[in-house]
């Protein structure tokens, strides 16, 4: 396997060097407005496929150079106050394109790069994807990228305290969600409960979720969507600039900070960027968590090259976090205990130091994107390399009990064949590769490797008023866990698994009537069983428990259905999507029998942990989301979603264990038009959490709360830029609740309290 990744990286450069068929162009345009006809200045332009971004000048004219003479692309162009407009250029055909741009208080963003192989106008995409912009997610003040998101209908987290979250989409989480970080699927031990996402939330200009099984496209992993964190724009050609962005949050005295600055040198870009994130204990009713403190300092850069022939890219990052894990609950009174039996305060649980256990975690990641446009087509691949690193410290903050290191090398190609603007066809191939050792002296999975390829073929046909898709994949992958011995004991025993399957989907999107559009895509997905569930056979810290794997389990393999409507006006647009997800050979753990194992801890003592094993049932989720925003008075946005999931082992008609509860999230947010001012907001909001009754035998019932929310925020002028400033206030009435997804419900530790945040981003120019 590593040597077919090799292969095709070779091939990919080879192309990038000889890829001259088409010779350099240029082509320029201008942004108006429809209905006065005047100049619209500081519009963004952008041509996603080619990574080639411009901006409008004073009088709405934009220039792109070094582009391709010929090939049709996607050209979409933005500006705040006005819709999203986008279509599709011809470079052989077109040397002045003009867009006219209509006025819109809502914010519409119609182009989505995950559900396709390709840039697709968003009314021709048969998948439900929602996509949320960096100055959404500032806004959020979550403490990390995945509790960003966590508000959009559909998306839940399951949680480890402040600092680590999983996303689960529709119900499903873990290995059942993929995400994609510098355009390559990131492996990180993620079948963990505190194994959150390890990507810098400074990093992404914005965040497109796929919601609903995307196996065809990304294979094993993705039978539950997609979460892709996209990079910055590369910056114009010619220009030079950057931005600091920093905020503070009072309940857990989060400091985080991000330093960017990129470029494009006659189509040599580059960019680099510095993050540092630092948080105590957070806070609820009267109490600091102690030990639920972390930091975490992130290092990327990207060199690159946008020219004629298409574009070569190069991410390489760090990811470094270190992260206090709880391992005991507060008594009757609320007071939380030392090992010696001390009770702790709160001064000393703000103590930004770590005390143990905690884990620490390097992901390193390097990635090479490119499209290089050839026979008329595009070969767009990634091909990437990643180390984790994950140590868990229990007696000594010098030796790791739990020491894993994971190497995973991947790759995607994928050609698209010539869009003549009503078929658009496309091939690819994708495939990993790892190994996992065990280099501590605790030992929750066998040492492994792994190996998987996956090829695929998707057609779209596209209709005066809609499109139609339609797809199908194989898949194969191997995984071999290792004997392990210690102290005379068996701790593992070998196995070999291998697992394959066809995957299939079918989708339409089509216009009803203007504004309106219906949604539909059956698709097929597929899950091969991970490592943890495979091989497990430990305790692992900040789970409370002690986990069994089973290495005769079969693979997961779904059927989706989802069916959506929307309707996008001036002043009013509503969603609605339904779904329903048969899943066969549901793997999940269960603690039957209130089984328990005692567990010989290092400082001597003898614990008591319940045993979690995983079994498999047949499964059905159905649900679904519903929005509706009314902007009947000028400046005033009611907006409102709604999101629920029932989630049933059909084996005994009982619950699934880890099913998020319904919710539903208002918001009123008032835009005031203030002299010297741009982006002005204030905002009020409930989030309205209903009570999960619905629960497996080894959970317990979880009561419904309201959380309220509030923020305000602006932008000050500059030349040529802005300062952004914005305060964020969440659980202001200082709410006591669990979240039914928090690890730390069963210690009886409540999720956080009031937390107000302060936030401001400086342009460098």
Do not use: C
Not at 183 to 203: K, L, N
């Amino acid at each position: 396997m590593k040597k077919l990744g090799l292969l095709l990286a070779l091939l990919t450069i080879f192309l990038a060097l000889q890829a001259v068929a088409d010779s350099v162009a240029s082509f320029k345009g201008k942004v108006t407005d429809a209905a006065t006809q005047q100049p619209l200045a500081g519009a963004t332009v952008y041509i996603s496929d080619l990574k080639a971004t411009t901006v409008t000048d004073a009088n709405g004219e934009f220039n792109f150079n070094n582009v391709p003479s010929r090939g049709k692309f996607l050209l979409e162009v933005r500006y705040i106050g006005y819709k999203t407009a986008s279509q599709i250029v011809d470079l052989a055909a077109t040397q002045n394109i003009s867009f006219e741009l209509q006025a819109s208080v809502i914010e519409s963003a119609e182009v989505v790069i995950t559900g396709t192989p390709f840039s697709a106008n968003n009314k021709t995409n048969s998948l439900a994807v929602v996509s949320l912009s960096r100055e959404k997610l500032a806004q959020s003040a979550g403490t990390n990228i995945i509790d960003a998101l966590a508000k959009v209908p559909g998306i839940s987290q399951i949680t480890t305290g402040g600092a680590i979250s999983k996303p689960t989409i529709r119900g499903l989480g873990y290995n059942r969600v993929l995400t994609i970080v510098d355009g390559a699927r990131e492996e990180g031990q993620q079948w963990g409960d505190e194994h959150g996402v390890q990507a810098d939330q400074f990093a992404a200009a914005r965040i497109e979720i796929l919601k609903g099984p995307a196996s065809l496209l990304y294979g094993s992993d993705a039978l539950g969507g997609v979460i892709n964190i996209i990079e910055d724009l590369v910056t114009a050609e010619g220009e030079f600039n950057g931005n600091f962005t920093t905020s503070y949050g009072a309940n857990n005295g989060l400091t985080a900070s991000s330093l960017m600055l990129q470029g494009n040198d006659n189509g040599f870009v580059y960019r680099g960027r510095a993050s540092y994130k630092n948080a105590y204990g957070y806070r609820y009713k009267g109490f600091n968590v102690p030990n639920s403190g972390f930091n975490e300092t992130n290092f990327s850069g990207m060199l690159g090259l946008n020219k004629a022939w298409g574009y070569a890219h190069l991410n390489l990052s760090r990811f470094n976090t270190n992260v206090g894990l709880v391992e005991e609950g507060p008594d009757a009174s609320g007071s939380y205990f030392d090992e010696d039996g001390n009770v702790i305060s709160n001064k000393d649980a703000r103590s930004r130091s770590l005390n143990l256990p905690s884990q620490n975690i390097n992901h390193y990641r390097a990635a090479l994107n490119s499209n290089i446009l050839l026979g008329g087509g595009q070969l767009k691949s990634t091909l990437a390399f990643q180390r984790n690193i994950r140590k868990e410290f229990e007696e000594s903050a010098y030796e790791p009990g739990l020491n894993l290191g994971l190497n995973s090398y991947t790759y995607d190609v994928k050609y698209i064949f010539p869009n003549n603007g009503i078929w658009e066809p496309t091939i690819g191939v994708q495939g990993m590769y790892q190994t996992n050792v065990n280099a501590g002296d605790e030992f929750l999975i066998p040492d492994y490797t792994s190996n998987n390829i996956g090829a695929f073929a998707y057609l779209k046909r596209n209709f005066k008023n809609g499109a139609i898709n339609a797809g199908v994949r194989y898949d194969y992958k191997t995984v071999d866990g290792a004997d392990l011995f210690e102290d005379g004991n068996q701790v593992f025993t070998a196995f070999n698994n291998n697992f394959s399957n066809v995957s299939g989907s079918l989708g339409f999107a089509f216009e009803l009537a203007k504004n309106l559009n219906l949604k539909g895509n059956v698709g097929s997905g597929f899950r091969a069983p991970n490592i943890a569930e495979l091989g497990a056979n430990g305790k692992h810290e900040g789970t409370f428990r002690y986990e069994i794997g089973n290495s005769n389990l079969k693979q997961e393999t779904s059927l989706q259905f989802d069916l959506g409507l929307e309707y996008n006006a001036e002043k009013v647009t509503f969603g609605l999507n339904a779904y329903s997800n048969r899943i066969y050979n549901y793997i999940y753990p269960g603690n039957f029998s209130g089984e328990t194992i005692p567990y010989d801890e290092e400082d001597g003592t003898v614990s008591i942990l319940p045993v979690y094993r995983f079994v498999q049932t047949d499964a059905q989720l159905v649900g679904g989301e519903a929005s509706v925003d009314f902007h009947l008075i000028k400046d005033l946005h009611f907006e409102n979603t709604f999101a629920y999931v029932r989630g049933k082992n059909l084996a005994d008609d009982s619950a699934l264990p880890f099913i998020p509860a319904a919710t539903l999230n208002n918001e009123l947010r008032f835009e005031p038009n203030i002299k010297g001012l741009n982006d002005s907001y204030i905002k009020v909001g409930l989030t309205n959490v209903f009570k999960q009754d619905r629960f497996d035998e080894f959970e317990t019932q979880t009561d419904g709360y309201t959380l309220l929310d509030a923020g305000f925020g602006t932008s000050l002028k500059m030349k040529n830029s802005k300062i952004n400033v914005w305060v964020t206030g969440q659980n202001l009435t200082n709410k006591l609740y669990y979240n039914h997804l928090s690890r730390y419900k069963l210690a009886n530790i409540f999720n956080p309290g009031r937390n107000v945040t302060l936030g401001v981003s400086i342009p460098i120019m």
